[in-house]
């Protein structure tokens, strides 16, 4: 009919987006219950145990309110613990992120650049608890038997000394951890680098920057992204320590000295290490602590590290 508009069919979705709604649900949903069901309850949970007093199976959780929390935050083993811990955080991410960097500006001029990474990234592979065990090993105090360290300070003519005491500790285990990581976060930048067009460094060149000068204006802003990523991730690792903590500081005992401890060790102890009632209270208490140090200091990292993303 004149003067008649004719409105347009409503278009059909093409059958393999319809096959790919369909799936969508069955895909995801198992996923979800998973998520929620190992992750999402238990933090709920410790989160609820936190202010109770509770010895574990047998006996009903009784409210406390923040009876826990005073208890923990006036004990010398949490404040130890919690020191040591941000010391692991701060000091190791320090040291290795500095070595990554080194390796960064080195290894993008060299020939077997790739060799060398996989070299460096072996260590990461090996246990915490096999680490422990080699430091161990090296820095042993023994007049009998001593140490790979101790050893050559004696044929140089010096006494030995007791590298594992105590007050020593949290310093081996973040040289510990810098040789151990360091690798690690070498790949994960080299692979930020290996995307860098290559015409960038090469008018770099001609202008006559040096190397420090190509790495402040050329790689660094180029990868700050993957620098934010990667501080994240020790951030979380880092809050984490216990095993190589455990094996050097405490070897035939229930537990380290508390001086040694971390966040972890801590949690550890009262739950399993009390040698008595056991303080589950107590250790979801030190737990929903340990949460909110790893969400305040990754929300205030993402904030430094914010900036533009550079496109190339």
Same mark, same amino acid.
Not at 18 to 37: A, D, E, H, N, S
Not at 183 to 210: K, Q
């Given at each position: 009919?004149?003067?008649?508009? +004719?409105?347009?069919?409503?278009?059909?979705?093409?059958?393999?987006?319809?096959? @790919?709604?369909?799936?969508?649900?069955?895909?995801? +949903?198992?996923? &979800?219950?998973?998520?929620?069901?190992?992750?999402?309850?238990?933090?709920?949970? $410790?989160?609820a145990l936190s202010f109770t007093r509770w010895s574990g199976a047998g006996e009903a959780p009784e409210f406390t309110g923040l009876t826990q929390y005073q208890e923990m935050f006036g004990s010398d083993s949490f404040r130890y613990a919690f020191g040591n811990t941000?010391?692991?955080? #701060?000091?190791?991410?320090?040291? $290795?992120?500095?070595?990554?960097?080194?390796?960064?500006?080195?290894l993008r001029e060299m020939k077997a650049g790739k060799t060398i990474r996989a070299i460096l990234f072996f260590p990461n592979i090996v246990a915490p608890v096999a680490l422990g065990m080699f430091f161990g090993? #090296?820095? %042993?105090?023994?007049?009998? @038997? =001593?140490?790979?360290?101790n050893f050559l300070l004696q044929a140089l003519g010096l006494p030995a000394a007791k590298f594992l005491r105590p !007050?020593?500790?949290?310093?081996?285990?973040?040289?510990?951890?810098?040789?151990?990581?360091?690798?690690?976060?070498?790949?994960?930048?080299?692979?930020? *680098?290996?995307? &860098?067009?290559?015409? +960038?460094? !090469?008018?770099?060149?001609?202008?006559?920057?040096?190397?420090? =000068? %190509?790495?402040r204006h050329i790689t660094l802003p180029?990868?700050?992204? #993957? *620098?934010?990523?990667?501080? *994240?991730?020790?951030? &979380?690792?880092? #809050?984490?320590?216990? !095993?190589?903590?455990?094996?050097?500081a405490g070897p035939g005992t229930y537990a380290p000295p508390n001086q040694t401890w971390t966040l972890a060790v801590y949690v550890y102890d009262r739950s399993f290490g009390t040698q008595g009632t056991p303080e589950y209270g107590v250790a979801c208490a030190c737990a929903v602590t340990m949460i909110t140090l790893v969400t305040v200091l990754v929300l205030a990292l993402r904030r430094v590290m914010r900036g533009e993303r550079l496109e190339y």
């Open positions: 009919m004149a003067g008649t508009r +004719l409105l347009p069919a409503a278009s059909t979705p093409a059958p393999h987006l319809v096959r @790919k709604r369909r799936l969508f649900w069955p895909f995801v +949903l198992p996923t &979800i219950v998973l998520y929620v069901l190992f992750l999402i309850g238990p933090a709920i949970v $410790t989160v941000l010391m692991y955080i #701060v000091a190791g991410g320090v040291g $290795t992120f500095l070595f990554a960097f080194l390796f960064a500006m080195v090993f #090296v820095f %042993k105090y023994s007049p009998s @038997k =001593q140490g790979l360290a !007050e020593n500790i949290v310093w081996i285990v973040i040289g510990a951890l810098i040789w151990a990581s360091a690798g690690f976060y070498i790949t994960i930048l080299m692979a930020a *680098v290996d995307r &860098i067009p290559r015409y +960038l460094y !090469e008018d770099a060149d001609l202008c006559g920057a040096s190397a420090g =000068q %190509k790495f180029m990868i700050w992204d #993957v *620098v934010g990523i990667a501080g *994240v991730l020790w951030t &979380i690792g880092a #809050v984490k320590i216990f !095993e190589m903590v455990f094996v050097l």
